[in-house]
């Protein structure tokens, strides 16, 4: 369509994208490789063009957190979460993304005894970079797993408020990942207080397989102020009305839902609903290396399937950059 290359022209943010999940096939075997990690013996793991093929056929979210979690296993060195976050900044520097949000799982690898301080090390040398060679500009969101013990999630916490992470510029929010189905956001209500006061941005995966209430509960119980996905409050009136009232950033990943057998297909994504109720929402990758889709092909993607209007494309990235997590400076260089 025309606007074809205006959404390929338009600057860009991404606020909803798990750097895990930017893992792709090839280096997830590069990796293994070096690190001496053995990956599981199934045919699906004999190589690159096996492996997608599998990721082609996700049934449900928990069957794509069980490859996630294998192909996780590969980062071992600060230097592996570098390699992974410079080259995911470099793709999306190609891509005219200007900022990026991105989400990381402390708990998938110090799960597996990788520590946290590794982690952050490797994370922090790629943002670096990225400012200085890409003139990006990336804040972190750590995200607590739901599926653990409460006990793993609280020393995740302590150990990020000891470093003075939240307050120092390194972790810009907070956020809930995993599972969503036996794990309500009440659950964290108390680790989320517990992070409140510093200031820090909150928010929560809700709403992609359970319904409405997930996102009332995450609102009221978390006092986040974004909701990432929130893809069923499309099913209920009076929520999107709060949500367009509130101005909270729905931060969608439509062709992640399809990707992960949440959504038959791409037509099914409420998009239409959410504009016309004026909820504000941006449209993000998610976990494109799994998904098979990075943020250009997933805004060519809506546009194929929707044919939205310039205004339509101006709200929604807009609304991204508005309900971004950044400082007022570069909010107006974005706009
Ligand atoms: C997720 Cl734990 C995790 N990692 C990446 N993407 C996710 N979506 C939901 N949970
Ligand atoms: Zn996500």
Known sequence: SSLHDFLV??????????????LEPAMLF????RNHVELPKEPEWANVESLKARYSKFTC???FLRYIYLGASVLVKAADFEELAWAYFVKAASMRVRHVEVSFDP???????VSYDVIVEGLMAAKRRAVKQLGMTIEYIACIHRHLPLADSTALVDVILERRHLTDGTICGVGLVSSEKPFPPVMFADLFKRVA??????????????????????????????VDHGLTAAQDPKLLEELARSRTLLTLCPWSNVALGILPELSQSPVRRFLDAGVRFSINSDDPAYDGAYLQDVYCRVQDTFNLTLEEWDWIVRGGIEGSWVGEERMKELL
């Open 9 to 22: 022209a338009v600057p860009k943010v991404e606020n909803h994208l798990h750097v895990e999940g930017t």
């Open 30 to 33: 590069a990796f293994a490789a």
């Open 61 to 63: 979210l928990d069957d």
């Open 107 to 113: 708990q998938m690898h110090t799960v597996r005894g």
């Open 197 to 226: 006061p510093t200031g820090t941005k909150l928010t929560a995966h809700v709403g992609e397989e359970v319904g409405p209430e997930a996102v009332r509960e995450a609102l009221q119980c978390l006092n986040v102020s974004r």
